[in-house]
């Protein structure tokens, strides 16, 4: 199967999984996919989605307090999902996720 197709299959797996608050399938699927995306190892690969996915969670707080009009609150949990958002993107080009 083409490099592409394989991409696009756990891009499509990660999003169903996370529509169906699948946690583990979104792990592995999105794992699977930086694996390949960025020809690292499964354990960095594991570690950059278990990032991503606690920045997915504290999307949807943020949202939640935004939407209810406590943008306070809200800026909070923006400010974490960077931070988890910048130790993901760490582990993918192979820098210091504690900087």
Known sequence: MKL???L?????????AHHRKDK????????QLFELQF???AEQAR??????????????VAE????A??????DKHWNVVKNLLAKHFAVLVKEDEND
Do not use: C, P, T
Not at 47 to 60: K, L, M, S, T
């Open 4 to 6: 592409s197709r394989q």
């Open 8 to 16: 696009a299959e756990h891009e499509l797996g990660w999003w169903q």
């Open 24 to 31: 583990e399938r979104l792990l592995l699927e999105m794992q």
């Open 39 to 41: 020809k690292i190892l």
């Open 47 to 60: 570690r950059a989605a278990e990032y991503r996915v606690q920045a997915a969670i504290e999307h949807d």
């Open 64 to 67: 939640k307090h935004e939407d």
């Open 69 to 74: 009009g406590n943008q306070v609150e809200a």
